[in-house]
Every structure is written in C-alpha cells, then in structure tokens.
T-cell receptor, first 111, second 111 residues
Framework: EPEVTQTPSHQVTQMGQEVILRCVPI?????FYWYRQILGQKVEFLVS????????KSEIFDDQFSVERPDGSNFTLKIRSTKLEDSAMYFC?????????FGQGTRLTVV | RKEVEQDPGPFNVPEGATVAFNCTYS??????FFWYRQDCRKEPKLLMS???SGNEDGRFTAQLNRASQYISLLIRDSKLSDSATYLC????????????FGTGTRLQVFP
C-alpha cells in the first residue's frame, strides 16, 4: 500500500492567518488530492492535481485555497486567510491503480 | 437526493455476528465503488473495491447492483476490531477521479 505522510499532524492558527499543510508521498505519483472532513461530517473533495496543474476543484476550493508542488516531492495546500469554518481534518491522497490512499491527516483548528 | 446515502447507524452487534450495510448512489453513470473503513479521528483506509460481479475478501463480501444503484457490505464473524465507521465511496463519472463519500455507517462490536 502506497504511503503518504502529512505534516503537521495538528495545527492551531488564529483566524485570518495563513496556513500551509504539507503532503509527501513516499513513492512517485502524478495524481494528488486534498479532501477535508469537518468533525462529525463526511469526507469532502477539495481539489485534484495532476502534472503540476489543478485538474478539478470543488465549490469549497475558493480563492482562499491554493495548491502547489514546489520542489517535485512536497505537495502543499495553502489557506490564505483562515476562517473558523476551515477547522477540519485535511487529508492528502494519491491514486494508485485507480484506488485512493490517504495520509493520516492534518487537524486544523482555527481560533 | 444525496449523491451517496448510508444509514448512519450505529449498528451494535455481538462478536461473531453477521452484519450488513447498504448504500445507495444517485448517479447512474457512476464508474467505481469502494468501501473504506475509518477509525475515530483517523484517515479513511481502503477496505475493498466493489466489482459488478461481487467480490469477497476473507470475512468481507461486497456487492453492487447497478440497476438499483445499490452497494452492500457484509461482514461475517464480527470481531471487536471491526468496530469502526464504514464509508461507502463512489467515483461518479468517467472523466473524473474525485471520490464522493457517504456519511458512513458506524459499527460497534461488543463482547
């Protein structure tokens, strides 16, 4: 099973601050995804990223969000100005043989 | 109608019991189907893909009924370690690889 490592495991930030969540797949993958899960709710798709470009994004993924792969290994999700409602678990995922594997997640708490 | 619908449970069953979960999906063009398992505050982990012919993996059996747009998961001989939330997951269209999650069905196996 492919491995995906996310850092940090928990991030607390003040409303209005910028946060960067990181994802490092252990092996080479071309497709990356970010999902989020608000406490007690279902997992929701945010964005897919292929070949250094966004291939698809959801309505949640507004102008406050951005993704990039700055150095060919790390895959990052940036939230420019966090809101209280951004508090959630954020999961990075990769696609391997049409099956998705998730990182352990970053718990973002906006206060 | 929700894209992916599941009974949230909880299902409380004794060790050794057989339990079945159902899931319905709204998009008849959906291509791929999966069951994921999620432990409390952890990432979703792939349990099994669901194929049209049905498939089995040890104590777990998954079935797909495209005509009724219905997916099932059967767990035989339940173990305490099976206690978790089971997520029904659908890839809704051919030209997308995003996943649509159900809210999950919680299973609690007791001694």
């Amino acid at each position: 099973e492919p491995e995906v490592t996310q850092t940090p495991s928990h991030q607390v930030t003040q409303m209005g601050q910028e946060v960067i969540l990181r994802c490092v797949p252990i092996s080479n993958h071309l497709y990356f995804y970010w999902y989020r899960q608000i406490l007690g709710q279902k997992v929701e798709f945010l964005v897919s990223f292929y070949n250094n470009e966004i291939s698809e994004k959801s309505e949640i993924f507004d102008d406050q969000f951005s993704v990039e792969r700055p150095d060919g290994s790390n895959f990052t999700l940036k939230i420019r100005s966090t809101k209280l409602e951004d508090s959630a678990m954020y999961f990075c995922a990769i696609n391997d043989m049409e099956e998705a594997f998730f990182g352990q997640g970053t718990r973002l708490t906006v206060v | 109608r929700k894209e992916v619908e599941q009974d949230p449970g909880p299902f409380n069953v004794p060790e050794g019991a057989t339990v079945a979960f159902n899931c319905t999906y709204s998009n008849s063009a959906s291509q791929s189907f999966f069951w994921y398992r999620q432990d409390c505050r952890k990432e979703p982990k792939l349990l099994m893909s669901v194929y049209s012919s049905g498939n089995e993996d040890g104590r777990f059996t998954a079935q797909l009924n495209r005509a009724s747009q219905y997916i099932s998961l059967l767990i035989r001989d339940s173990k305490l370690s099976d206690s978790a939330t089971y997520l029904c997951v659908v890839n809704p269209l051919y030209n997308t690889d995003k996943l649509i999650f159900g809210t999950g069905t919680r299973l609690q196996v007791f001694p």
